[in-house]
């Protein structure tokens, strides 16, 4: 495990990163004030990489993500994939948010068919379509609750759910918004280690915003760390080199420590830290 000092360190080169964050600043005027959430956030994410954004509550992980997933336009800077620009919604990325939107009308099978049978009907045949859907479930552990409806399902199946109808989509970025954060420890630690093998098994390139060191240290190859806010900025980065599976053990603490006192001046000082 290496612990880096500098966020512009471990960056991958423009070659091979699929995903660029370039000096992005995002600002919202509200009642004719302006208020200033991101300044200059620069981070290079490459193809496959599993990279967490960590950072106190309202630091603006949350704008992030949106921002990467087209769902907010940046301010100033810019967003790449594969040296193209972001500027829109597209089916390259797809976003999870904390609580999915699920059809409680529909099953299992057909929340995440939905989303197949939008992108790929002109695309794929209705039994390559099934074929799909039913791959992703078992991606997700779902394939036994696929005739199940969202009522009669757990939270964290739900959110299961979320990630399998996200990854029907076929997208090059996946971006998780605290995914964990409504959950109970089972459940987390269920979907966790799902999410661990979906990764490795598809080579997916994600981005995680999450406050909880423990579920980062976990999932993550580098920890980018974000500055509380106003203008919050990338405050430092850290590469987490342990193998996967992997358990809160002493290779960790290290970094462990190191997230938490990143956290610690951060509640202490604010953007001064």
């Known amino acids: 495990m290496s612990v880096e000092t500098s966020a512009a360190q471990r960056q991958p080169g423009a070659s091979e990163?699929?995903?660029?964050?370039?000096?992005?600043?995002?600002?919202?005027?509200?009642?004719?004030?302006t208020h200033e959430v991101l300044r200059d956030v620069h981070l290079s994410i490459g193809e496959g990489e599993f990279v967490a954004i960590i950072g106190r509550a309202?630091?603006?992980?949350?704008?992030?993500?949106?921002?990467?997933?087209?769902?907010?336009?940046?301010?100033?800077?810019a967003v790449r994939l594969e040296r193209g620009p972001l500027d829109a919604l597209s089916s390259d990325r797809a976003v999870v948010t904390q609580k999915p939107v699920l059809l409680p009308w529909l099953t299992v099978y057909?929340?995440?068919?939905?989303?197949?049978?939008?992108?790929?009907?002109?695309?794929?045949?209705?039994?390559?379509?099934?074929?799909?859907?039913?791959?992703?479930?078992?991606?997700?552990?779902?394939?036994?609750?696929k005739d199940k409806r969202p009522l009669e399902i757990s939270s964290g199946m739900k959110q299961a759910v979320g990630i399998a109808g996200a990854l029907a989509m076929r997208p090059k970025i996946l971006l998780l918004d605290e995914p964990f954060g409504g959950l109970d420890a089972e459940a987390r630690a269920h979907l966790r280690t799902v999410l661990n093998e979906m990764h490795g098994e598809?080579?997916?390139?994600?981005?995680?915003?999450?406050?909880?060191?423990?579920?980062a240290l976990r999932l993550a190859d580098r920890i980018a760390m974000l500055t509380s806010g106003p203008a919050a900025r990338i405050g430092d980065v850290i590469a987490i080199a342990a193998a996967r599976p992997r358990r809160l053990d002493p290779a960790l603490l290290d970094a462990r420590a190191a997230l938490?006192?990143?956290?610690?001046?951060?509640?202490?000082?604010?953007?001064?830290?």
């Open 202 to 215: 598809l080579g997916l390139t994600i981005l995680m915003a999450t406050h909880a060191i423990d579920e």
């Open 17 to 33: 990163a699929s995903l660029h964050f370039e000096h992005v600043g995002k600002s919202f005027a509200r009642r004719g004030v």
């Open 260 to 273: 938490t006192a990143f956290l610690s001046r951060q509640q202490l000082f604010g953007e001064a830290a």
């Open 110 to 145: 057909g929340n995440v068919r939905r989303a197949v049978d939008t992108l790929f009907a002109s695309a794929m045949s209705k039994s390559d379509r099934h074929a799909w859907t039913m791959r992703t479930l078992a991606l997700m552990g779902l394939a036994e609750a």
């Open 58 to 77: 309202g630091c603006g992980k949350s704008t992030l993500l949106n921002v990467a997933g087209g769902l907010t336009p940046a301010s100033t800077g």
